[in-house]
């Protein structure tokens, strides 16, 4: 089966990332041709700091391939580098309507009371979203909750170009994880954990040291309700009990039991160690990658190659279909 996922490089991943959608595409990529993309042109939509975003692109890679990800297995390659994805997205915006495009909720969410501040490109970028996933025929798209409502767009502009020009791109699904597949923030557990977000309390990035990781999962917001339960209507503490799970491997409410009686503190500090030891070595060989950059960037552009010559032989096909080609 053909997977492709992307992660945009603003700021250094967090766990949301690495559980809801970094995990899930590794899980695939032995029985599976993957396709993993640094979406460095979504990460533009807002405000952006060039010098960053340049690092951010190399973490990005390095964070994917020190998360599991095997270049020699998987195409590990840069959206921006491969004009095909632009040129779709172009396309695709003809495609869309603008009721549906007014209906992404990830746009209001992000927009918020500003609509008429922020970038065209943070309102188009679902159609540059579907590009990505249109070009490479991928099946199947591993992705966190917040992302359904993109891939379900991308399903409808697949059906509505191969009814309106012939059967060019396969209709993709998303891979949503029962757990994990949204992460809350660990300052406001209503909302989900985001990079973007004002406070860097909220979120546990991959580069986190040990001390920072403690603070942030003692700051966490839980609830005074006494006993433990793994029950969403206590965000706080289910979300802690979901991010233990995961690395566990165990069922929240297992977890649950077993800190009962032991209280909030002891999960906390279980949360801490247990967390500190997970990423620890993905942020050790994040950055030895990151400083051997020639042969990072050697393998993002071998990748990017690959995955171009897929992209552009869709381009190719879409240009026929809608009559442009001569
Ligand atoms: P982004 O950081 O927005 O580029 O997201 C990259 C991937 O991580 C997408 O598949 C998101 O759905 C996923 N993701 C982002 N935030 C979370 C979260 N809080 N919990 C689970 N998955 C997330
Ligand atoms: N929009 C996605 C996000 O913010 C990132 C992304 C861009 C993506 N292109 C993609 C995810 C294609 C899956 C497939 O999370």
């Given amino acids: 089966m053909r997977v492709l996922t992307g992660i945009q490089p603003t700021n250094f991943l967090h766990i949301g990332n690495l559980f809801g959608a970094l995990r899930p595409a590794i899980d695939l990529q032995r029985e ?31 964070s994917y391939i020190a998360a599991g990800i095997d270049p020699t297995k998987t195409v590990l390659f840069q959206q ?112 989900k954990m ?24 003692r700051s966490a917001t839980t609830d005074s309700e006494p006993g433990m339960t793994f029950s969403k209507d206590r965000p706080g503490l289910h979300n802690l009990l979901t991010i233990l799970s995961l690395i566990e491997d165990a069922p929240g409410d297992e977890l649950a039991s077993r800190y009962d009686g032991m209280g909030t503190k002891a999960l906390k500090d279980d949360l801490t160690e247990r967390l500190v030891e997970h990423l620890r070595p993905i942020s050790k060989e994040a950055q030895n990658l990151v400083d051997n950059k020639d042969e990072l960037i050697r393998v993002i ?17 879409v240009r026929e279909r809608i009559g442009v080609a001569l």
């Fill in 32 to 62: 599976n041709d993957l396709f993993m993309m640094i979406a460095d042109y979504h990460a533009i939509t807002a405000e952006h700091d060039p010098v960053k975003l340049h690092d951010n692109i190399l973490f990005t890679a390095a």
């Fill in 194 to 217: 985001s990079k973007s977000a004002p406070s860097a309390k909220s979120y546990i990035s991959l580069t986190d040291d040990p001390d920072i990781i403690a603070k942030k999962v």
């Fill in 80 to 191: 921006s580098q491969i004009p095909a994805h632009t040129e779709l997205g172009w396309v695709l915006q003809t495609v869309a309507r603008m009721g549906e495009a007014k209906r992404m909720t990830q746009f209001k969410d992000k927009s918020g009371s500003n609509e008429d501040k922020v970038s065209v490109g943070l309102f188009t970028y679902p159609t540059l979203m579907a590009a990505d996933i249109l070009l490479y025929d991928a099946e199947s798209v591993p992705v966190g909750d917040d992302q359904k409502q993109h891939i379900e767009f991308t399903r409808d502009l697949a059906q509505r170009f191969n009814r309106d020009f012939g059967d060019t791109f396969v209709v993709p699904e998303p891979m949503i994880r029962k757990h994990g597949a949204r992460l809350k923030s660990l300052t406001e557990p209503e909302k």
């Fill in 301 to 317: 552009a071998n990748g990017t190659a690959a995955a171009a010559k897929v992209a552009n032989a869709k381009i190719a096909e």
